[in-house]
């Protein structure tokens, strides 16, 4: 059956990004080769992604996608970018860009999916969002030996522990990588 399941780097105190949205804290981290080893694993059994369009604008940027298309990573899975403004499409990528509510695009969503999982990429409010519409299953999170002042959140919402439970503990380099079940609140 297929899963909603935000997987993400994240600072030791909780943030995806700094204030510029700015990742070079986390690409100096020793061990991401590690990480990236069974994130391969990991996307073979994706269906479907979502992010926010921050996330996909410092993709376009940091990628120079516009220029260089075929460098788009995630050509075998469907994308959904959610927006409210016209964004730039990158050619020959099924990138659907929506805008609104989780529960309008859910439908979509988990028929594109179908047997596979979907990724919530990012950023934190975005999945926040699928959180409240009951809709967030597990969270894998790389934890980076980082702390940031101020930054982009992880996950702005209150979720206790009695809808979280700790499924496993790993290190990959100097990641400890996380993974959380999400029950979905009353
Ligand atoms: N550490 C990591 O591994 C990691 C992972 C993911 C992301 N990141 C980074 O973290 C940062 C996240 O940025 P962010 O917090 O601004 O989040 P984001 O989710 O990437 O972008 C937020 C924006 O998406 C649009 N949006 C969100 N929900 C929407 C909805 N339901 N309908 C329509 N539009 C919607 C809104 O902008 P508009 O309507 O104005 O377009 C909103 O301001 C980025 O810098 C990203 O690169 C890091």
Request: hydrophobic share 35%; glycine share 10%; aromatic share 22%.
């Given at each position: 059956m297929s899963r909603v399941i935000y997987n993400t780097a994240t600072t030791?105190?909780?943030?995806?990004?700094d204030d510029e949205n700015s990742l070079s804290w986390l690409f100096v981290v020793p061990g991401a080769d590690q990480a990236e080893s069974d994130f391969s694993g990991f996307l073979a059994g994706i269906g479907a992604l979502v992010m926010g369009s921050t996330t996909y604008e410092w993709l376009l940027d940091h990628e120079n996608l516009t220029e260089h298309?075929?460098?788009?990573?995630?050509?075998d899975i469907v994308s959904f970018v959610l927006s409210s403004r016209t964004l730039p499409e990158i050619p020959d990528a099924d990138i659907r860009f929506r805008n609104g509510d989780v529960d309008a695009i859910w439908a979509e969503l988990s028929d594109t999916a179908g047997d596979r999982d979907i990724w919530l990429v990012g950023g934190g409010d975005l999945v926040g969002q699928f959180a409240d519409a009951g809709h967030l299953d597990e969270i894998r999170i790389s934890v980076a030996p980082v702390t940031l002042v101020?930054?982009?959140?992880?996950?702005p919402r209150r979720l206790e522990s009695d809808l979280l439970t700790l499924e496993s503990v790993q290190q990959a380099g100097q990641f400890a990588e996380l993974v959380y079940s999400v029950r979905s609140g009353d």
């Open positions: 030791l105190n909780g943030f995806l990004a298309p075929e460098k788009w990573y995630y050509r101020s930054g982009k959140p992880l996950l």
